[in-house]
């Protein structure tokens, strides 16, 4: 199955409101789809032009002779830099209001004297766990949906060392987040004191 099935799919399960929380990768790959049109453009058109033209041409958006960015790749930055921005301040959220909850459940398991109070925590801790490894999902297939956009960015360009080289960083940590996912998956098991083990 394609990625951005894949993406479309799980967004869609999600409901309306969560949509906005996951990568507009479609809107990404058109953008990178207007950008080889231009490359396209500015390479066929570069054969005919004369030494003293070429630095016109890069003012222009010709990527191998300058830094300037062409209109569609500033609109592809601009987008995925507004996705970033709107995940980070969804996560830093969703992290504070997750470390006050755990501390809250973690406060009443300790005051707690009988066994119905007990059993009450425990679904409050296994419905705060199943929130964890929610958001634990959102942000692997957020990671992995920029990681592949960067991919395609980098194989759109193919002259940019510096994000080469990060997209490779990101993959490798993209394989130890996952690893360490179905470790945490595997491992942890709500367990509350005074429960009997039938």
């Not at 830094?67 to 995925?80: G, R």
Request: glycine share 6%.
């Amino acid at each position: 199955m394609k990625f951005g099935k894949l993406l479309k799919e799980t967004t869609e399960g999600m409901g309306p409101e969560m949509e906005d929380l996951f990568v507009r990768y479609k809107e990404l790959k058109k953008h990178l789809k207007a950008m080889k049109k231009q490359q396209k453009k500015d390479v066929d058109g570069e054969t005919s032009l004369e030494d003293d033209d070429l630095v016109d041409a890069s003012a222009s958006g010709n990527h191998e002779q300058g830094d300037a960015l062409s209109a569609e790749e500033m609109a592809f930055v601009n987008t995925l830099n507004e996705d970033l921005l709107r995940f980070n301040r969804f996560f830093i959220d969703k992290e504070e209001d997750s470390v006050i909850k755990l501390q809250a459940l973690s406060d009443r398991i300790k005051g707690a004297t009988g066994a119905e109070e007990l059993q009450a925590l425990k679904a409050e801790l296994v419905d705060f766990h199943g929130e964890m490894v929610l958001l634990l999902h959102w942000s692997l297939l957020n990671y992995a949906a920029v990681v592949k956009i960067l991919k395609k960015h980098g194989a759109c360009l193919c002259r940019c060392q510096a994000a080469n080289g990060c997209v490779k960083q990101c993959s490798k940590a993209l394989c130890i987040l996952c690893v360490l996912r179905l470790y945490i998956t595997a491992s942890s098991t709500p367990h509350i004191s005074g429960e009997s083990s039938a």
